[in-house]
């Protein structure tokens, strides 16, 4: 089992940038991928990025690529979604995600989540 728990979230402008921490516990943190997803209101849960378990591989959401950031720090068990030039659709309720293995692929699927974190840009 893995324990996931969120912090970070927060309300900012357009253009700002904000950091999400998603701190682990339960099975040997460098042994699984992690990622994060997001869920917009109205909206299916999606994929804004991976990271495998050593940090070697990561993937992005296209929406994300270029001003969105993820990286792991496996002495603290703890991986980062760093958020830059926030737009307004960047707007939902952020999770933070744990594998069964150590690799993200396309389609990946979590085995793990948390409760999630609320991001909202404003225009």
């Known amino acids: 089992q893995v324990q996931l728990v969120e912090s970070g979230g927060g309300l900012v402008q357009a253009g700002a940038s904000l950091r999400l921490s998603c701190a682990a516990s339960?099975?040997?943190?460098?042994?699984?991928?992690m990622g994060w997803f997001r869920q917009a209101p109205g909206k299916e849960r999606e994929f804004v990025g991976g990271?495998?378990?050593?940090?070697?591989?990561?993937l992005y959401a296209d929406s994300v690529k270029g001003r969105f950031t993820i990286s792991r720090d496996n002495a603290k068990n703890t991986v980062y979604l760093q958020m830059n030039s926030l737009k307004p659709e960047d707007t939902a309720v952020y999770y933070c995600?744990?594998?069964?293995?150590?690799?993200?692929?396309?389609?990946?699927?979590?085995?793990?989540w948390g409760q999630g974190t609320q991001v909202t840009v404003s225009s």
């Open positions: 990271i495998s378990w050593s940090g070697g591989s990561r």
């Open positions: 995600a744990a594998g069964a293995g150590p690799w993200v692929i396309d389609g990946w699927s979590p085995a793990y």
């Open positions: 339960g099975r040997t943190f460098s042994s699984y991928a």
